[in-house]
């Protein structure tokens, strides 16, 4: 699989990690998992790991909609995005930035720090 989305108990968060450039479908069920998981366990904080998506700046348009349209009905206070790569961090924060989360995400390189980041938002 290349993407895995669950719910953090122990820090009342919504995990999800991908592994590798996903296909339209694949997008939107990445998206309908965590939009379910907000609403089910009222969380309002996530954790993106991006870190181990090496084929990510493959992204294509129609999964860049598929992004789009459902981040804007996201109900997240902040997220923290785990990018090691340079390519891949530029092209998450071009997403951001469109659908207007500059000020409510943050990137980082190691899911300590976006630990440490969420837990002082």
């Known amino acids: 699989m290349k993407y895995k989305v669950w719910f953090d ?3 009342q968060l919504v995990m999800a990690n991908v592994t590798a ?7 939107e069920a990445l998206m309908n998992g965590i939009k379910e998981i907000l609403k ?3 969380a309002t904080k996530g954790i993106m790991d991006l ?3 090496e084929a990510f700046e493959k ?10 349209e459902y981040a804007r009905s996201l109900a997240l206070d902040c997220a ?9 961090r530029m092209l998450a924060r071009v997403v951001l930035s469109s659908l207007g989360m ?11 720090e976006a630990l440490e980041w969420i837990k002082r938002q």
Do not use: H
């Open 40 to 42: 089910e366990k009222k």
């Open 59 to 68: 992204i294509g348009k129609e999964v860049r909609e598929v992004y789009k």
């Open 9 to 11: 108990s122990e820090n």
């Open 102 to 112: 500059t000020m409510t995400a943050k990137f980082v390189k190691s899911y300590e």
């Open 21 to 27: 450039a996903l296909e339209k479908e694949e997008a």
């Open 80 to 88: 923290a995005v785990i990018v090691t790569s340079p390519v891949i």
């Open 51 to 53: 870190s181990n998506a």
